[in-house]
């Protein structure tokens, strides 16, 4: 994973691993930061409407532990003004690496925190909020898809919105919204991001604040067992919806909301937690947890034992490290690579020459970039359904492996605008072609293997239409 970590995003973070904590209110403490940093993760604290006081425990305990590279979240459409002016005063005293911000652009606060040395990351939905926030000053833009876990803001799937963002802005997309496995690594780095946050997948780390009944009922979740709500809206702005597990409250079993009356169901180190309220259950938290927020994204049916933030991130890893490897190695793949393949019947009798290096990597750059515009306008159909589709899955590995070999020029640079038109055969016949003027390598291996895996496994129609367009 080395030359999947060096980019500008691990470079700002100070993290040897792509991979983020996303800043879960209440669940991300000081010890699964800390967690995730040791493992070469990066991690933010979940400080939204928490006390000042608390902020300042927290940041104090993983600079005791020695972590120096980490951040904050802080949600400001969320919390009381007062106590919102309260926090970023102690974020600024505290001289915190990063924030990471969410929900509406806060132009005036971006610019504060900017000017005190602070790396600002901002949460965003849609195209057009990523490109507001970084107009306003963010430094990195995490795309979230509206598979994720807890707050979503769009209704966008990742595997469209992800492609859409990277093309939109210039500075370091991450990727969010039901990530859990190394596929979804791979899948989410061809599609442009430098990254992935994690937010469920880590809830059920062992370091987390979550109570153990919500990570139980994690593990005990499948696949499709979440949805989108408002159920949950107590303390956040009117219409905000949240992904959770299934319940008795999301089937309206437990009524619904009174105006001017609250029914009070559990307790947290003093405070009341509300039915209906947006509060998910803590290590301290008591009461009637089955009736809180059971927050989850889309991929919690990939989760399946309460392990360390390490054995998680090294899980993920280690999967993806495998599918890079075994990109190339199916037999059909190394058939075709090895033999002198020529596709000068595609090339309509013209037949250009070999190509430079440069000219090489440039040309697999926009195919990549095509392919990933291909692959924006088909994400999964079910809304409830892991972030990325089986084809996207699929393709991810080769896809990677091409940008990669094409220089690192990633796919997000050619992404807009979008090329619904663009056939999965004409897409095969560009790489056909391609390949065709690149010199025997690591780079033709890679669009053969491409072109083998989009018409035997994906399309294999692709495959098909193109021979028939050959011999007419």
């Not at 927290?58 to 600079?63: I, N, Q, S, T, W």
């Not at 915190?96 to 929900?103: D, E, G, M, Q």
């Not at 029914?263 to 008591?286: A, C, K, N």
């Not at 065709?436 to 890679?446: K, N």
Request: charged fraction near 20%; include cysteine.
């Amino acid at each position: 994973m080395k030359d999947l970590a060096d980019n500008p995003l691990c470079h700002m973070l100070g993290c040897s691993r792509p991979i983020v904590l996303a800043g879960m209110g209440g669940v991300a403490r000081s010890e699964l930061v800390a967690a995730v940093a040791a493992a070469g993760g990066f991690g933010f604290l979940g400080m939204v409407r928490e006390s000042p006081e608390l902020i300042a425990a927290e940041v104090g305990r993983l600079r005791r532990l020695g972590i120096d590279r980490f951040g904050v979240n802080i949600i400001p459409a969320a919390t009381g003004s007062d106590l919102l002016a309260r926090q970023v005063e102690t974020l600024l005293a505290l001289r915190v690496p990063a924030v990471t911000l969410f929900w509406d652009i806060d132009t005036r606060l971006v610019r504060r925190l900017r000017e005190a040395g602070i790396l600002v990351v901002y949460q965003v939905g849609s195209v057009a909020e990523a490109v507001d926030a970084e107009r306003a000053g963010a430094q990195v833009i995490i795309a979230q898809g509206c598979e994720a876990g807890g707050h979503v803001r769009g209704a966008t799937p990742l595997q469209s919105l992800l492609p859409a963002v990277a093309g939109a802005v210039q500075v370091p997309v991450l990727a969010a919204g039901g990530l859990s496995t190394g596929g979804d690594l791979i899948a989410a780095l061809s599609l442009g991001a430098e990254g992935i946050v994690l937010g469920t997948a880590l809830l059920a780390a062992e370091e987390s604040f979550a109570h153990d009944h919500h990570k139980h009922r994690l593990l005990a979740a499948k696949a499709g067992d979440t949805l989108l709500t408002e159920t949950f809206h107590i303390n956040w702005p009117h219409g905000a919806r949240v992904r959770v597990l299934a319940s008795a409250v999301t089937a309206g079993k437990r009524g619904r909301e009174v105006e001017g009356e609250r029914v009070v169901i559990g307790d947290e180190d003093g405070r009341p937690i509300y039915l209906f309220s947006t509060d998910s259950p803590l290590r301290s938290t008591t009461g009637d947890l089955e009736s809180m927020a059971l927050y989850a994204g889309t991929g919690v049916g990939m989760i399946h034992a309460i392990r360390s933030a390490r054995a998680i991130l090294d899980g993920i890893v280690a999967e993806a490290e495998q599918l890079i490897a075994s990109t190339c190695t199916s037999p059909d793949d190394a058939a075709e690579a090895s033999s002198s393949v020529c596709y000068a019947g595609e090339m309509g009798g013209t037949y250009m020459g070999m190509m430079d290096a440069a000219a090489a990597g440039d040309e697999a750059a926009k195919l990549a970039g095509a392919l990933a515009a291909v692959l924006a306008q088909r994400p999964p159909r079910d809304a409830n359904a892991p972030p990325f589709s089986s084809e996207a899955l699929d393709l991810s590995p080769r896809l990677l492996a091409l940008t990669l070999l094409a220089g690192g020029r990633q796919a997000r640079t050619l992404s807009p605008p979008m090329q619904p038109d663009v056939s999965p055969a004409d897409l095969s016949g560009r790489i056909g072609l391609l390949s065709a003027r690149v010199p025997e390598g690591a780079l033709r291996t890679a669009l053969v293997s491409l072109r083998s895996a989009l018409e035997r496994t994906v399309w294999p129609d692709a495959g098909t239409a193109l021979r028939q367009t050959a011999e007419t």
